[in-house]
């Protein structure tokens, strides 16, 4: 069966401190990655997402990026960070020819 | 553009009682419909959804929705909740033409002893 792992669960960071958020999913091979963002109290952004290898898009321009270094590896990183960065951040995986996505467990970020 | 709209934003109920979280969406392909379950600092569940075929979907915990494609709806129902089924319910949908899924603003839904 397929898991998804996210870490860390909850990370404290100042402002202007770089950040990396890294996501794996297990069970699956050439999966569709995404990244998104929960702010308190509203809906799931779409920040970014990649279809494979080395392919990112970016939905929303902001201070963050994202990377796929390996097929099931997802990473989300800052150089430096904004306290309006704080917020619940979730990855997500979809096998290509399924229609749902899956969650990860989430982290929790809050910038200080 | 397509997007989903989530028409209450909080939901209580007693326990026991029916409940109907209301989802509609706009979308000039088709689409895919799916109903998430938030708890409390966890990542999203998929409680249940729609491809293909009958227009009425359950899950295993007793919930049900059905598509609409003339009200472009796909309602959350459960006829009698339980305390447990206390959360953020997110509709979302995926239009066929992409691999992205747009959500609703969520509906919290309270249920009270």
């Known amino acids: 069966s397929q898991t998804i792992h996210q870490w860390p669960a909850t990370l404290v960071q100042p402002v202007g401190s770089p950040l990396s958020l890294e996501c794996t999913v297990e069970?699956?091979?050439?999966?569709?990655l995404y990244w998104y963002r929960q702010a308190a109290g509203r809906g799931l952004q779409l920040l970014f997402y990649s279809v494979g290898i080395g392919q990112i898009s970016s939905e929303v321009p902001q201070n963050l990026s994202a990377s796929r270094p390996q097929d099931r590896q997802f990473i989300l990183s800052s150089k430096k960070l904004l306290l309006s960065d704080s917020g619940f951040y979730l990855c997500?995986?979809?096998?290509?020819?399924?229609?749902?996505?899956?969650f990860g467990p989430g982290t929790r970020l809050t910038v200080l | 553009a397509q997007s989903v709209t989530q028409l209450d934003s909080q939901v209580p109920v007693f326990e026991e009682a029916p409940v109907e979280l209301r989802c509609n969406y706009s979308s000039s392909v088709s689409v895919y419909l799916f109903w998430y379950v938030q708890y409390p600092n966890q990542g999203l569940q998929l409680l249940l959804k729609?491809?293909?075929?009958?227009?009425l979907v359950e899950s295993i915990n007793g919930f049900e929705a059905e598509f609409n494609k003339s009200q472009t709806s796909f309602h959350l129902r459960k006829p009698s909740v339980h305390i447990s089924d206390t959360a953020e319910y997110f509709c979302a949908v995926r239009p066929s033409n992409t691999g992205k899924l747009i959500f609703g603003q969520g509906t919290t839904l309270q249920v009270k002893p």
């Open positions: 069970g699956t091979s050439n999966p569709n």
């Open positions: 729609y491809l293909s075929g009958s227009t």
């Open positions: 997500a995986w979809r096998a290509y020819e399924e229609g749902e996505q899956f």
